[in-house]
Nanobody, 121 residues
Framework: QVQLVESGGDLVQPGGSLRLSCAAS????????MAWYRQAPGKQRELVAA???????NYADSVKGRFTISSDNAKNTVYLQMNSLKPEDTAVYYC???????????????WGQGTQVTVSS
């Protein structure tokens, strides 16, 4: 099995910064993509940012220029640096990893438990 442990969520004032971390562990042979999603109350879960094992990144338009995703492949860890935070960034942030457990298996989606980010004065 694959486990994801997230950390870094907090209450922050508008304009502030936070850094989220997500470490994947367990039976991991390789990871293709690591990503952050978020879900605000009453809204659908949405992709915030993603990074491939080769370093290619993708961002939601709403966070471009403010958020930066990065990864440490040796540690199977993904980070999300969030700057210039806005109240509309308030949500539960979920880590997602596409990983396979052997060279013969398919990639599967794994999810973290979520970490709350609240942007409020």
């Amino acid at each position: 099995q694959v486990q994801l442990v997230e950390s870094g969520g907090d209450l922050v004032q508008p304009g502030g910064s936070l850094r989220l971390s997500c470490a994947a562990s367990g039976s991991i042979f390789s990871i293709s993509t690591m990503a952050w999603y978020r879900q605000a109350p009453g809204k659908q879960r949405e992709l915030v940012a993603a990074i491939t094992s080769g370093g290619t990144t993708n961002y939601a338009d709403s966070v471009k220029g403010r958020f930066t995703i990065s990864s440490d492949n040796a540690k199977n860890t993904v980070y999300l640096q969030m700057n210039s935070l806005k109240p509309e960034d308030t949500a539960v942030y979920y880590c997602n990893v596409q990983a396979r457990r052997s060279t013969y298996s398919y990639y599967h989606d794994y999810w973290g438990q979520g970490t709350q980010v609240t942007v409020s004065s």
